[in-house]
């Protein structure tokens, strides 16, 4: 997994716009979220906003690369320390599981809906390098280990982050009492790391 981060260097003003931005867009999601909402939220004016970000799409993509990066800092120090296959797999889960910022579909849905095909690669591109990449990385080394076998790094790798995507904590809406066992039976904090590394790697059939 490398090592460089490649990501601009923001100053104190762009990393306080870049952080606003940030939250209002995970808050609210793109469509929803103006440049009059991040330019009053980050106590700053639009000529300084743009004097930073070119646009609103510009300033979507450059949020969603930065959270990518972090995760991908994240998952190498979960997994600096790991001796095998299964327990980098189960640090990653960790980190996929239960970092805020981890679950990455939403930012890839409203990119699809709202951003310009030139842009949209340029976050394909991060989602790739950030976080496909080092499963591939983990899912290589456990083919050359023995400890994988049958498909390909780059097939495991896709298995792994569609498991976890299925499982990603999300914020519980309000439960009325008399629905509470159903949102139970259909809740996904019941899974831990462990158990659904063990399920990627054995599946459920008896061994």
Same mark, same amino acid.
């Given at each position: 997994?490398?090592?460089?981060?490649?990501?601009?260097?923001?100053?104190?003003?762009?990393?306080?716009?870049?952080?606003?931005?940030?939250?209002?867009?995970?808050?609210?999601?793109?469509?929803?979220?103006?440049?009059?909402? *991040?330019?009053?939220?980050?106590?700053?004016?639009?000529?300084?906003?743009?004097? #930073?970000?070119t646009d609103k799409e510009e300033?979507?993509?450059?949020?969603?690369?930065?959270?990518?990066?972090?995760?991908?800092?994240?998952?190498?120090?979960? *997994?600096?320390?790991?001796?095998?296959?299964?327990?980098?797999?189960?640090?990653? @889960?960790?980190?996929?599981? #239960?970092?805020?910022?981890?679950?990455?579909?939403?930012?890839? #849905?409203?990119?699809?809906? #709202?951003?310009?095909?030139?842009?949209?690669?340029?976050?394909?591109?991060?989602f790739k390098r950030y976080m496909?990449?080092?499963?591939?990385?983990?899912?290589?080394?456990?083919?050359?280990?023995?400890?994988?076998?049958?498909?390909?790094?780059?097939?495991?790798?896709?298995?792994?982050?569609?498991?976890?995507?299925?499982?990603?904590?999300?914020?519980?809406?309000?439960?009325?009492?008399?629905?509470?066992?159903?949102?139970?039976? *259909?809740?996904?904090?019941?899974?831990?790391?462990?158990?659904?590394?063990?399920?990627?790697?054995?599946? @459920?059939?008896?061994?």
């Amino acid at each position: 997994m490398q090592d460089v981060i490649d990501e601009p260097a923001y100053g104190p003003t762009a990393a306080r716009i870049l952080t606003t931005a940030t939250r209002l867009f995970m808050q609210r999601g793109y469509s929803a979220v103006s440049i009059n909402d *991040i330019v009053q939220a980050a106590d700053v004016t639009k000529p300084t906003l743009y004097y #930073h970000f070119t646009d609103k799409e510009e300033l979507f993509v450059l949020v969603a690369i930065h959270m990518l990066a972090a995760m991908h800092a994240m998952m190498r120090r979960a *997994i600096a320390d790991q001796p095998d296959t299964r327990g980098r797999l189960v640090a990653l @889960a960790q980190v996929l599981l #239960h970092e805020p910022n981890s679950d990455t579909r939403m930012m890839r #849905h409203q990119a699809r809906e #709202h951003l310009s095909p030139e842009r949209q690669r340029r976050l394909a591109e991060a989602f790739k390098r950030y976080m496909v990449d080092p499963l591939r990385d983990v899912m290589q080394q456990g083919l050359d280990s023995g400890e994988l076998a049958g498909h390909s790094a780059d097939d495991l790798a896709m298995l792994f982050l569609g498991l976890m995507e299925g499982f990603q904590r999300q914020t519980a809406p309000p439960v009325e009492p008399e629905h509470s066992d159903v949102y139970r039976a *259909i809740s996904t904090d019941r899974f831990s790391a462990d158990t659904l590394v063990d399920l990627f790697l054995y599946g @459920a059939a008896a061994r």
